[in-house]
């Protein structure tokens, strides 16, 4: 029998990721109502649920009296395994065809009317709602009937071109409603509104456009200006920074070879006392031993004429031996042997104590000087009214947010929820639980989170460019360049970026503030309860403007906080 078999390239990451923690499969374990989770998250789950008795799958809510068992999934942690191997595609690259000159032409709209090799669509109609090659476009201009159409540049986006409601072109702009409308629109929903036509509307938005631009580049200038500056300054600091350090190696390597210098003169003197004292100790040790024999000689002499029988013998000998009896004594030896070694030490450890105090008064009096150098970093708020000074009120981007996520109270609140919208907005997150938020962060910013649910939420910041389709990291928040992520579990935090994890090692927290200062390339989150407790800080460099954003695990909820 033929073996089955199924490439992993038919899946895609989203269908093996946990709905409770978001990543891939981890023990992967399969509830009887058909759902997989990882088993560590199941678990924490049905723990919160003990006391209830009832247990209950967190992606269908269907519910359990008693606690099923888990076992191991086998066929999935495979299939996990085999996908963790695959390199991660992103979305399919444009559709790449043959044009009518160049056969390795890539374009981007094709002749709606081409049969078997399609050509490259050089405009479109709206009113046909189709796009034409040169060849098929003929008709447009030279037909009476078809001369009246409208003609834009070819574009696969037609239908947004269009009203939903009337099947009407839009030509107006409604200034109410900040919204295009087509003329059918006026005499019903809009009726009365402040409305002019797009193309007035794009004349004056193009004017704003080009203020806003001639403002951009001149911030530009600016801070390219500050840039020189400050690089000139930076080059400055670094020059007198090594003159100042070859000139103090210079000063110390003479200090040290002058008290190199006056530790082998006094070792030097040392010796020399140390020798005169030892000659002397042993010319006075030489007489010593002298003496000492001539005495024992004269015991011996004397002994011999104590027990002479020879009269005449003992008394010649007694005057003389009575005689050279009357010499002196040798004089008293003393040897001072700690008298100048000792004031030679205690010298020299005044010395050191004065030369300690003297160190350390003149090097008090460097700080000064050093301060005088201009800070180029700057502080961060300390605390929660200093940082309130920069609060940014943030609203979520609907357009982004991704089907299972539902926004709520003024688009402030996101949920995970099991109902499914059906938007199709190009910026939205297609796989990710993912949403942006509206106001871009430039400069200095403070914002406040508060979160809550048995899930996981990552609290991000990212660039407007992040990819929003596909399964891979390059959409995921903290797992690409783009982008800069806090892990928020009910019994761990941890930060990620460009795929990196580091784990911290402080508690947990429902209420996260969050602060960028963009031109420092600085990022903080903040624990925030009565004081400011820091959790993780990032210093970096932000080359483009950057966007709040959630990642929202299955029953967890995401709050914009309002300032207190």
């Known amino acids: ?157 037609l239908l947004e071109k269009i009203c939903s409601q009337h099947d009407e072109v839009l030509r107006i702009y409604c200034r109410t409603d900040q919204m295009c409308i087509c003329s059918l629109c006026m005499l019903d929903n809009h009726k009365g509104h402040d409305a002019v036509l797009l193309s007035a509307e794009r004349t004056e938005k193009q004017s704003e456009l080009k203020d806003e631009k001639m403002k951009s580049q001149q911030r530009i200038q600016e801070k390219q200006k500050k840039v020189q500056e400050l690089k000139q300054a930076v080059d400055k600091i670094k020059s007198r920074a090594q003159t100042a350090v070859e000139d103090s190696e210079g000063i110390f390597s003479e200090m040290i070879s002058s008290m190199e210098k006056k530790r082998s003169e006094v070792i030097e003197l040392i010796r020399a006392q140390e020798k005169a004292e030892l000659n002397r100790a042993e010319q006075l040790l030489k007489q010593l031993e002298l003496e000492i024999t001539d005495l024992k000689r004269r015991v011996t002499e004397l002994e011999q004429l104590l027990h002479t029988h020879d009269r005449m013998h003992f008394f010649q000998g007694f005057r003389s031996l009575c005689v050279s009896s009357d010499h002196e004594d040798s004089p008293s030896i003393t040897v001072h ?161 460009n795929d990196m994890e580091t784990e911290l090692k402080v508690p947990s927290s429902s209420r996260i503030g969050v602060y960028v200062d963009h031109s420092a390339g600085s990022l903080s989150f903040y624990s925030v309860s009565d004081k400011m407790r820091l959790i993780h800080s990032v210093q970096t460099t932000f080359t483009q403007p950057l966007y709040a954003g959630f990642r929202v695990a299955v029953r967890t909820t995401v709050r914009l906080c309002d300032p207190k």
């Open 337 to 497: 042997q700690h008298l100048l070694f000792d004031r030679m030490r205690n010298s020299l450890s005044d010395l050191k104590k004065r030369f300690k105090d003297f160190c350390e008064e003149e090097f008090n009096k460097i700080p000064p000087h050093a301060a005088a150098v201009q800070k180029i970093s700057v502080s961060e708020p300390k605390s929660k009214e200093d940082f309130l000074k920069y609060f940014c009120y943030m609203t979520l981007d609907p357009n982004t947010a991704h089907n299972h996520l539902q926004l709520s109270k003024k688009n402030r609140v996101v949920t995970w929820s099991l109902e499914k919208s059906s938007s199709d907005h190009p910026d939205i997150f297609d796989s990710c639980y993912q949403v942006l938020c509206k106001e871009r962060v430039c400069g200095r910013c403070y914002w406040e989170v508060e979160w809550s649910g048995v899930g996981v939420v990552y609290i991000s910041v990212s660039y407007k460019e992040i990819r929003r389709k596909g399964e891979g990291k390059e959409c995921v928040f903290g797992q690409n360049s783009q982008s800069w992520s806090l892990y928020c579990s009910p019994l761990s935090l941890s930060f990620y970026h």
């Open 1 to 157: 029998m033929a073996e089955a078999r199924i490439s992993v390239d038919h899946f895609s990451v989203d269908q093996f990721s946990c709905s409770v923690c978001l990543d891939l499969l981890k023990d992967p374990v399969t509830t009887r109502c058909g759902h997989s989770f990882c088993m560590v998250c199941i678990n924490d789950c049905w723990d919160q649920e003990d006391e209830k008795g009832v247990y209950s799958c967190p992606q269908c809510r269907d519910t359990f009296t008693l606690r099923p068992v888990l076992c191991r999934n086998n066929m999935l942690v495979d299939v996990v395994e085999k996908l963790k191997k695959t390199e991660v595609q992103g979305a399919s690259p444009a559709h790449c065809y043959t044009g009518p000159r160049d056969v390795s032409a890539v374009i981007d709209v094709e002749c709606d009317y081409c049969t078997g090799r399609k050509y490259k669509a050089i405009k479109s109609c709206l009113i046909c709602l189709t796009s034409f090659c040169e060849t098929h476009l003929k008709p447009h201009l030279e037909l009476p009937g078809l001369k009246n159409h409208t003609l834009i540049e070819a574009s696969s986006r």
